[in-house]
């Protein structure tokens, strides 16, 4: 290394922030009682998605936006499950960390 003027940067990778949503949306659906109305809303609410891919937490982008607009989604959540569903649209929208948002899901938990 002695003929090496600047040292090699480590390449840092960086996620997308849909990746991020995407992420930040299947653990918010993991974490949720199956037996609880907000997941029955979800199931009802996306008829085309089975139960599983629910279950799992398998949405795309449009979706997670379509439940952003959606004010009846809010209505049948729980106040802990308020909190971090708006604690994961603050995310979004970059106005908090992802760190305050697990926070919100481990009180749901």
């Known amino acids: 290394m002695k003929n090496v003027i600047n040292k090699p ?3 840092q990778s960086f996620a997308s922030p849909l990746h991020i949503k995407l992420g930040l949306m299947k653990k918010y659906v993991k974490v949720l009682n199956v037996k609880s ?3 029955t809303y979800l199931c009802g609410k996306f008829p085309r998605l089975t139960f599983e891919k629910v279950k799992a937490g ?3 982008g449009p979706q997670i936006r379509q439940l952003f607009k959606d004010q009846q989604s809010e209505a049948v959540l729980s106040d802990t499950e308020k909190a971090a569903w708006q604690s994961l649209e603050k995310v979004s929208n970059r106005e908090i960390s992802k760190l305050q948002i697990s926070e919100n899901l481990y009180k749901i938990w």
């Open 37 to 39: 109305p907000a997941f």
């Open 9 to 11: 940067k480590a390449k």
């Open 58 to 60: 398998v949405f795309i």
